[in-house]
């Protein structure tokens, strides 16, 4: 992951100089960036290194980082190790003045003083031993290996007595020392040395920042980098649409292999989508369409063929793809066109443009509903430019009683309501007790959707099977943070499918939907 995303910053360097003409790198971007701290306060996050997780976007708005050691305590905090050994609550109360910060010695102070008191890494874990316990320097490095290993070991065991006893013969509570070691044991394999957790925080707050300031050249380095990190092509580029980036369907005559910029007026740029998005179309096809082209663009499908020298499959393909748009055809009228092509070498006279003219009857194809349009872009490029699926299902959904996702920012918490949307995201944390996290997207927006381990269990079958769920529960509404907790779940996978008979009502519900 980190060097996929590095990457992708390299990318998007390469594209900053290009276009803007910006030439910058890791080390020269703008240090404690105010907008890019208030975006990623907001857990405005998708797609950014390290913190674009259900958990770290949950804890961005309780943490609130202003400054960079901020960040790194995020990066740090969202982990098992910390969960388990009872540090992030602390931490939390602290930090937001609920509860007092007690160092019982100057030592402890100057150990986890930039903490709140709270031992957050490796280091601090070492130093708690050394200066607090009396442990030696060998031996709080056996600590630290313990740790390193307990997941596999539980060796961090044999230290509690050792360490308990140090604390408390130099003054410390036992009740105090017992916690401490807690909060050490609970590291477990996870925690974080703090260099660690620095260098993991320097590329979320870099990916950040390219997100903040950058957004079209940020979209278009992440869409080469897939796959990366949680989301599809769909959601990063609604996500962009969202931050007002404009995105250009694939083209024949446009395109290149990879995702591009281009000019679209008043000095902005626009993502145009590449090639490569096209399932199953090779990068030789890809290539010889960009190379054939450069003297001047295509005239029609046969010209295209002709001068590309590529499979009549690709082209199929392609067309599929809606990529012959460009031109003025539809995806019938472009497979039409198609239909009489063959892979078979052409007679020098054809090649040559001599060959003899087929005159074909004029043949009027009926055109594509509106979501059999939006069910072809999905299953050739992984995302559409045209109506939502669940825009097109929304006079169902509201014969149902079903709100839209972006209507839980406007619903009082406690209340029970029930969305639904297509599962983008399931995460089950190995610290989370069984609990599942679902994320769920409609037209609107998304809905964050907690399962607590009994329903899981029951719909266990549903929630790991379906590509669209229903979800009635009650709204949780912590600071910024919305969470429905699930109380009941409905399969709405063959709604879904109806998506390819269905056209937009005209008045339809919500906002208009972009991706």
């Not at 202003?66 to 992030?88: E, K, N, S, W």
């Not at 100057?110 to 280091?123: D, H, I, W």
């Not at 920042?209 to 990063?236: D, R, S, V």
């Amino acid at each position: 992951m980190p060097l996929g995303m590095l990457g992708c910053m390299r990318w998007a360097f390469e594209l900053l100089e290009e276009h803007k003409g910006i030439r910058m790198d890791l080390a020269g971007i703008p240090a404690e960036d105010p907008s890019t701290y208030a975006m990623i306060r907001k857990a405005d996050t998708l797609g950014v290194f390290q913190i674009e997780s259900r958990a770290q976007m949950a804890m961005l708005p309780r943490i609130k980082p202003r400054t960079f050691y901020d960040l790194v305590i995020q990066v740090a905090i969202v982990r098992p190790g910390p969960i388990q050994g009872d540090m992030v609550h602390p931490y939390l109360r602290r930090r937001e003045g609920l509860e007092p910060v007690d160092y019982p010695t100057p030592e402890l102070k100057a150990v986890l003083g930039s903490t709140l008191g709270v031992p957050l890494f490796q280091e601090q874990a070492m130093r708690v031993a050394i200066e607090c316990a009396g442990f030696t320097p060998g031996e709080a490095d056996q600590l630290r290996r313990a740790m390193a290993t307990f997941k596999l070991t539980g060796g961090v065991s044999k230290f509690s007595s050792k360490l308990v006893d140090g604390m408390v013969a130099r003054g410390y509570s036992r009740e105090f020392a017992e916690g401490t070691f807690k909060q050490l044991e609970g590291f477990g394999s996870y925690g974080f040395p703090e260099s660690h957790a620095a260098s993991f925080a320097l590329i979320a707050y870099a990916s950040s920042w390219m997100k903040c300031h950058h957004p079209e050249i940020f979209t278009c380095a992440l869409l080469n980098a897939q796959p990366m990190g949680f989301y599809a092509p769909a959601q990063i580029v609604r996500d962009a649409h969202d931050h007002g980036v404009e995105v250009r369907p694939v083209d024949v005559n446009s395109s290149r292999w990879d995702c591009t910029l281009e000019p679209a007026g008043q000095g902005r740029l626009a993502v145009r989508l590449g090639l490569r998005l096209v399932r199953g179309l090779a990068n030789a096809a890809g290539a010889g369409i960009v190379a054939a082209r450069e003297d001047r663009p295509y005239g029609d499908v046969e010209d295209l063929w002709r001068r590309a020298g590529v499979p009549v499959a690709a082209l199929r393909q392609l067309a599929a793809a809606d990529g012959f748009a460009g031109m003025g055809l539809t995806r019938r009228e472009a497979a039409w066109a198609i239909r009489a092509l063959r892979d078979e070498a052409l007679p020098l006279f054809a090649a040559a443009g001599d060959a003899q003219e087929v005159v074909e009857p004029e043949v009027t194809l009926r055109p594509m509903s509106e979501g059999r349009e939006v069910v072809e872009d999905y299953t050739m490029t992984g995302l559409s430019l045209r109506s939502h699926p669940v825009a097109l299902l929304r006079q169902d959904l509201r014969g149902q009683g079903i709100i839209p996702c972006a209507d839980l920012a406007r619903t009082r918490d406690g209340r029970r309501v029930t969305v639904s949307g297509l599962v983008l995201v399931r995460q089950r944390p190995g610290s989370a007790n069984g609990v599942l996290f679902l994320t769920l997207e409609d037209e609107t927006g998304v809905a964050n959707i907690v399962v607590w381990k009994k329903l899981f269990e029951q719909r266990r079958r549903i929630i790991l099977g379906a590509s669209m769920l229903a979800v009635k529960g009650r709204v949780q509404i912590e600071g910024e943070v919305i969470h429905l907790i699930a109380e009941q779940l409905v399969d709405q996978t063959d709604l879904l499918r109806s998506v390819g008979s269905r056209e937009m009502p005209t008045q339809p519900a919500g906002r208009p939907a972009r991706v």
